[in-house]
């Protein structure tokens, strides 16, 4: 594809309930980041990946947060046991040369 | 403890004129800074970034420059157009830390830039 996408765009949870979220990079970029947007603020660091390596994941809030990146395409972030303040849009963006960072649309999260 | 600032949440500017965003940053390991623009329920779009070893970088009409004595930036738009309203993100990296590899950015709270005909 032309750009970085995520699904599924917008995801409505029960708190408690375990989410995942999908991103498909930019073809060909290898390295890989999330992060999560609150109201009114900007995109706060969750993790990267280099290729299939979970490099840093100093921004990850809890334990209750996981990401993956198998197979160094596709990374899935996973929310266990959600909780409303984890409502945000989170945000996966795709590197090649490790500066300029290009952003999918987001999933906007809803904890009920 | 915030390390990129905006101070401005919000700008006016008539069609026309010259835009101009401020943002500040407090981490001297700070070496490399974007722009992004983001309209409502999209992702950050890229704009402009420069090093720190630039003090000035040109793309069309958006110029960023960079004050790195004074660890200030400001991205300028010349002439404003109606589609540059959008919210704009200043964003920094520590690119060539030593630890090697990408870097998470670390973004302000955003300038909500309205340009008005």
């Known amino acids: 594809g032309a750009g970085v996408s995520q699904s599924p765009r917008y995801k409505v949870a029960k708190r408690g309930q375990d989410v995942a979220l999908r991103c498909d990079p930019i073809?060909?970029?290898?390295?890989l980041f999330w992060y999560q947007q609150a109201l009114g603020q900007g995109p706060e660091f969750l993790t990267y990946?280099?290729?299939?390596?979970?490099?840093?994941k100093s921004g990850l809030p809890s334990d209750r947060f996981f990401a993956e990146r198998p197979e160094g395409s596709v990374s899935t972030l996973k929310i266990q046991r959600t909780q409303q303040e984890d409502s945000a849009v989170y945000l996966c963006?795709?590197?090649?040369?490790?500066?300029?960072?290009?952003f999918g649309p987001g999933t906007r999260l809803t904890v009920l | 403890d915030q390390q990129v600032k905006q101070n401005s949440p919000s700008l006016s500017v008539q069609e026309g004129r010259i835009s101009i965003l401020n943002c500040d940053y407090t981490?001297?390991?700070?070496?490399?800074f974007l722009w992004y623009k983001k309209y409502p329920a999209e992702g950050p779009t890229f704009l402009i970034s420069?090093?720190?070893?630039?003090d000035k970088n040109e793309d069309g009409r958006f110029t960023v420059f960079l004050n790195k004595s004074a660890k200030h930036l400001s991205l300028h738009i010349v002439p404003s157009q109606p589609g540059d309203s959008a919210v704009y993100f200043c964003?920094?990296?520590?690119?060539?830390?030593?630890?090697?590899?990408?870097?998470?950015?670390?973004f302000g709270k955003g300038t909500h830039l309205i340009i008005q005909p």
């Open positions: 963006a795709s590197s090649f040369t490790a500066d300029t960072q290009y």
């Open positions: 073809s060909g970029h290898v390295s």
């Open positions: 990946f280099q290729n299939e390596a979970q490099l840093d």
């Open positions: 981490n001297s390991m700070f070496d490399y």
């Open positions: 420069i090093s720190s070893i630039k």
């Open positions: 964003a920094a990296s520590a690119f060539s830390d030593p630890g090697g590899g990408a870097d998470g950015l670390t």
